[in-house]
């Protein structure tokens, strides 16, 4: 059932969105897409992308591109450089009741200003395992990995209210130190989109003929997605079961290394590749599997197993953050984290072979999916909105006519809060460091 409520207007700052591919991007999308059929206003403020000839600083189709330095290091994060007065000339002509940050840096600290500025509070999704990501600034260092940990954590301490998308993350980042209010809000899955899938049709596309079984993968094809395993796992499934074919959907910087792999293998055409899909090409994708085989270890939820399963396909998958609130030994196979790729295609072999066990499997998919309802999703966000703009305290009281005095004033102590921040991060992670080699 929709719970009334009145227009809110919502501004979201996300260091990462459309056209690039990525669950954050497609996340902060179909969040917006969602809250605005419900009657909410939503302007996002991303970086510019790669080839892009829209304007700097304008509002069109409710996005404004800031500049920014693309693809930094090859990650999915474009290095926004610093906001200047024109976003907030921009920004002042706008009413917003509300400030909704992705990300824990770069536009994140903007929205730290943006919120004193406005006075307003600011809700944070912890979408990501940042210490997960850290090869993409430097080579792999535990005393980055915590200082990426110790950051997203005091950011979260700075805002209002934090989404988690699993109960396992909410776990972890209170584990971790973080006071504030965390409610547990997956991004939903546009299950209509699913409804309109069409199997065979899919098959015919790809020249797959009905009896072959299909293990798909859908998702970036990067290092920190567990893929090195993933590929061990499937190329013995293929050299096992003739009847079999590797479906992958996606694209990035893992792909040339799983094509060696296999090409050494000569297991090379047993292997689909479609790049990236969207729209009816990714519904027809996830149609066109019989299972879908994840392997990562670094989700906060995991969209593209809940997707799957909107599909109707069962899911084999690693246990991890995310993962474990979804997949199931009901609809589909919850394997321990400590498993090989030997154990994990052998499962997978043997659940494929079990057609009353994948038909059950099928059905409890699809049941799963129905819990992760986009729309779902945005009413329990819309009821965190709600409460957190019941108890928001604005950190000072503003003053009729002194305007100017009280914008220095939000601006002096929005910098000194990210200050603040970076100095307790980092001291926090050399004490945590030096505990650790004493």
Sequence with gaps: MTTWRPT??????TNTYLPHVGGVANSVYQTASVLRDKGHKVLIIAPD???SEAPLYEQIDDVIRVPAIQNYNGSDFSVRVAVPFALTTLLDGLHIDIIHSHHPFLLGDTAVRLS????????????????QYTHYVLEDSSVMAQFAAEL????????????????????????????????????????????????????????????????????????????HFLADAMLELLEQNDNTTWLIAGSGPCEEAIKDKAQSCGLHNRIQWLGNVSGQDLVDAYAAMDVFVFASQSETQGM????????????????????????NDANG????????????????????????????????????????????????????????LKTYQAPFETHPGLEAMDNLRAKLQAEWQLLQQKFDTVTKTFQVNGNDEA
């Design 116 to 131: 004193h500025r406005y006075q307003v509070p600011l809700v944070f999704t912890h979408h990501t395992r940042y210490e």
């Design 304 to 327: 593209v197993v809940t997707e799957a399963m909107a599909a109707g396909v069962p899911v084999v998958a690693l246990a991890a953050p995310g993962v474990d609130d979804v997949v």
């Design 333 to 388: 196979l919850h394997l321990p984290k400590d498993s090989t790729p030997a154990s994990f295609a052998a499962q997978c072999n043997t659940l494929l072979k079990d057609t009353n066990s994948l038909s059950a499997k099928r059905a409890e998919a699809l049941k799963t999916a129905e819990t992760f309802s986009d729309s779902r999703s945005a009413e329990r966000l819309l009821a965190l909105y709600a409460d957190t």
């Design 8 to 13: 809110i207007n919502i501004l979201m700052l």
């Design 152 to 227: 997203a954590t005091t950011y979260a301490n700075m805002c209002n209210a934090v989404v988690a998308p699993s109960t396992s993350i909410k776990q972890m980042i209170n584990d971790r130190g973080v006071t504030v209010p965390v409610e547990v809000i997956p991004t939903g899955v546009v299950l209509d989109n699913f409804k309109q899938a069409d199997k065979k049709a899919a098959r015919d596309r790809l020249n797959i003929a009905e009896d072959v079984r299909i293990l798909g993968h859908l998702g970036r094809l990067a290092e920190e997605k567990n893929l």
């Design 49 to 51: 992308f790669e080839g």
